[in-house]
């Protein structure tokens, strides 16, 4: 697992979504989701298995 800590990811998250990402890719691109440890995150496979959290401190 990668971890990856970014000024907003939610624009992130809108862009590989615009680019088609998971469905080029064939991955499952996670939802954003708020966790309680105050990040706003989602996942994201990469074609050789490694699981990116993209993340943003709230």
Do not use: C
């Not at 000024?7 to 680019?19: N, S, V």
């Not at 499952?28 to 943003?56: N, Y």
């Amino acid at each position: 697992m990668m971890h990856l800590l970014v000024e907003d990811a939610a624009a992130w998250h809108a862009e590989l979504k615009r680019l088609g990402i998971a469905e080029t890719y064939r991955i499952e691109m996670g939802e954003l989701k708020q966790q309680p440890w105050r990040m706003l995150d989602f996942t994201l496979p990469d074609p050789s298995g490694v699981l990116w959290r993209i993340a943003q401190n709230l």
